[in-house]
């Protein structure tokens, strides 16, 4: 069975820094692409970063490029968010999702994990 | 970046009913447009692929249809469990990926 498990919830202050990791399990973790979506209450589900299987491209959604990172250590089944500048619009529960990188939907998330609650406050 | 738009915001309706939910974009995306179903505490689930493809499991129930600009997902009769918020996401042009805001679908 195919697991996606992040780490736990976290409040963080403005202007701090957070790594959240998600890891892997029952399936070639270097077989899935991967990313991070962020939902909130008052926009929903909102896609913010890819990383390729191999971990070689990355992409970013315009509100967090040049303050969050992605990557991931496939030899630990391992992915990782660095998250600098935070904000408190940036609170939000935090989902890595993938899907398999030769699927015919890619770009659909066919695994989810179950979330990680970022709370951005002081 | 495609804008999404779902409609109608919430459905109010009793189990065995007809639920019609609607995703338009904002530019064509082809048929490459699917549809997740979330419930409280859980992470969204995949139900429909490339319009109109049912994902593995997914009951005969829930059915998509539609391309270019306007979508449709019907569950033809609605089961207790079926009520939850629903969300249409895009694959045809990206980065981004975007979502539409979601349908809540709540019993009457």
């Known amino acids: 069975e195919v697991q996606l498990v992040e780490s736990g919830a976290v409040l963080v202050q403005p202007g701090g820094s957070l790594r959240l990791s998600c890891t892997g399990s029952?399936?070639?973790?270097?077989?899935?692409?991967m990313g991070w979506v962020r939902q909130t209450p008052g926009k929903g589900l909102e896609w913010i970063s890819f990383?390729?299987?191999?971990?070689?491209?990355?992409h970013y959604a315009a509100s967090v490029k040049g303050r969050f990172s992605i990557s991931r250590d496939n030899a630990q089944n391992s992915l990782f968010l660095q998250m600098n500048s935070l904000r408190a619009d940036d609170t939000a529960v935090y989902f890595c999702a993938s899907w398999y990188y030769g699927s015919h939907t890619r770009g659909l998330f066919d695994y989810w994990g179950q979330g990680a609650l970022v709370t951005v406050s002081s | 970046e495609v804008v999404l738009t779902q409609s109608p915001a919430t459905l109010s309706l009793s189990p065995g009913e007809r639920a019609t939910l609607s995703c338009r974009a904002s530019q064509s995306v082809g048929i490459y447009l699917g549809w997740y179903q979330q419930k409280p505490g859980q992470a969204p689930r995949l139900l429909i692929y490339?319009?109109?493809n049912r994902a593995p499991g997914i009951p005969a129930r829930f059915s998509g249809s539609g391309s270019g600009t306007d979508f449709t997902l019907t569950i033809s009769s609605l089961e207790p469990e079926d009520f939850a918020v629903y969300f249409c996401q895009q694959r045809s042009i990206w980065p981004p990926l975007t979502f539409g805001g979601g349908t809540n679908v709540e019993i009457k």
């Open positions: 029952g399936f070639v973790f270097n077989t899935h692409e």
């Open positions: 990383v390729s299987s191999t971990g070689t491209t990355t």
């Open positions: 490339d319009a109109s």
